[in-house]
């Protein structure tokens, strides 16, 4: 059987095996409870907003004033970027036994050819030391399929989080913005898909979360 995973797929995996198992091989889903619209919609504006500037070779204000990105310019194979960011296409690596890991980024940046991933996160409260570990995992996975596919990369991917600030007299809401470079390792998302792969391969995890305690399985 070949296994089709993601980074939201393999972040289940570290909450509970058990669910992830039985997702992946009886297709028994979580239920899923209502989901905010806001940040998909902040998602999709932020890239036409990104993508406007690229389009004038320039970087928005937002990482262009950070000393971070200097000699950075966004990504600018237009059709390329939008097959990347497509949930039904995005960046693949199928390993020598069929199985599949794929993920879809918000946008890439480029210095002295190698690629930088560059996420668009939405937050409703200031940032902590600790913020970025809890995307360590993606960032790794989206570094590990571009050398996959044969790009060149640095060690290191940029979180941009949007965090609102205040709402003006007329309604409109001001966002601060933080861009956070973190260390990537590519090794890490290998270890975790591989991981996975031979957990799918193996028997039903005994241990049970809250979810899967109330599922009797067949």
């Known amino acids: 059987m070949n296994y089709k995973l993601s980074p939201s797929s393999l972040s289940l995996m570290k909450d509970c095996p058990r669910c992830f198992w039985l997702l992946h091989n009886k297709n028994i889903r979580r239920p899923v409870g209502l989901f905010p619209s806001l940040p998909n919609g902040m998602d999709r504006i932020l890239k036409i907003h990104f993508d406007k500037f690229r389009d004038r070779g320039k970087l928005p204000p937002e990482i262009n004033e ?3 990105c200097q000699d950075c310019k966004l990504f600018d194979d237009k ?12 960046i693949r690596f199928v390993d020598e036994a069929g199985n599949l890991l794929m993920g879809a980024i918000d946008n890439v940046l480029v210095k002295n050819g190698k690629l930088i ?18 995307y360590q995992d993606q960032m790794d996975i989206y570094t590990f399929l571009f050398k996959k ?7 290191y991917a940029y979180l941009l989080f949007y965090i609102p600030k205040e709402v003006t007299e007329t309604g409109e809401v001001i966002f601060d913005t933080k861009l956070m470079k973190i260390k990537v390792d590519a090794r890490n998302a290998e270890k975790l898909f ?3 792969i031979g957990l799918l391969e193996g028997p039903l995890p005994e241990e049970r979360c809250g979810w899967c305690e109330l ?4």
Do not use: C, F, M, P
Not at 122 to 131: F, I, P, Q, V
């Open 79 to 90: 059709e390329l970027l939008e097959s990347w960011r497509n949930n039904r296409e995005g």
């Open 117 to 134: 991933v560059l996420d668009y996160k939405t937050r409703g409260h200031d940032l902590r030391e600790d913020s970025h570990k809890y």
């Open 194 to 196: 591989k991981g996975a």
């Open 66 to 68: 950070s000393n971070q």
């Open 215 to 218: 599922r009797e399985i067949d």
């Open 149 to 155: 596919i044969g790009y060149k990369t640095e060690d």
